[in-house]
C-alpha cells in the first residue's frame, strides 16, 4: 500500500500536522509513521507515539485449513472448514522443504547451502480482519484504501523472499459482515 501512496500526500499531511502542533519524525521514506495519513488510520504507525487516530484493522491469525484433492476446502459435518493442527496425520503434506543456497558467481561454487520449510502452492488459510468503524463518511474511503491495498498485494507478496516466489497471495470467498452500533 505504501508503495502505491502518493508520496506528495504524505509530505502534506506532514506538514499540516507540524502545523497544527503534532511532533513528526520522518526517519525514512517508508514505513511512514506521521500517524495521520491513511495508512496510519489503517494499519496504525509504526512508532506509537505519533498515534493520533485509533487504528481500523486488527488481523488475526492464520490458520491452515484441509483441502481436498480438487482443492476445495474440506469442511466437517456442520459445513465449517476443517482447521489443520500438527496432530492431523496429513499436516505434514501441506509443508515443504526447499533447497537454497548462495552462489559466488565468479568462483561458481555454492557459499551457503541451506533448506527453507514453506506450505505448498495453493494452501489455503481461514482468517478473519476487523475494521473499525469510527467516523462512517471518513471510513467508507478508507474500506476502499484498504481494498485497494489487498488488491496490490495479490500483485505483490507477503512476507521475505518475494522475490523468490514465496508470500503469493490471492484473497478468496471474502465475506463481509457488519455489525452496527446499538
Known amino acids: 500500500f ?3 501512496w502518493n508520496k506528495s500526500e504524505i509530505e502534506e499531511l506532514i506538514n499540516n ?3 497544527n502542533g503534532y511532533i513528526v519524525e520522518k526517519k525514512s521514506a517508508m514505513p511512514c509513521s506521521c500517524g495521520g495519513c491513511d495508512i496510519c488510520k489503517i494499519f496504525g504507525p509504526h512508532n506509537s507515539k505519533n498515534i493520533i487516530f485509533p487504528r481500523r ?3 488475526r491469525d492464520a490458520f491452515l485449513v484441509k483441502t481436498n484433492k480438487d482443492g476445495s476446502v474440506a469442511k466437517d459435518g456442520n459445513g465449517n ?3 489443520l493442527t ?3 496425520e496429513d499436516y505434514d503434506d501441506y509443508f515443504e522443504v526447499k533447497m537454497e543456497n548462495t552462489i559466488d558467481r565468479i568462483k561458481g561454487t555454492a557459499l551457503n547451502p541451506r533448506q527453507i520449510e514453506r506450505v505448498v502452492k495453493g494452501s489455503k488459510f481461514k482468517f478473519e480482519i476487523i475494521f473499525n468503524i469510527f467516523d462512517e463518511k471518513e471510513d467508507v474511503e478508507l474500506i476502499k ?3 485497494k491495498g489487498m488488491e496490490l498485494l495479490e500483485d ?3 512476507g521475505g523472499s518475494g522475490s523468490r516466489g514465496y508470500g503469493k497471495v490471492r484473497f478468496e470467498s471474502l465475506k463481509v459482515v457488519y455489525r452496527p452500533k446499538e
Open 17 to 19: 500536522l507540524k502545523e
Open 156 to 158: 505483490d507478496y507477503l
Open 2 to 4: 505504501e508503495k502505491d
Open 86 to 88: 500438527k496432530k492431523d
Open 57 to 59: 484493522v486488527i488481523v
Open 145 to 147: 484504501k484498504f481494498i
Open 81 to 83: 472448514e476443517i482447521i
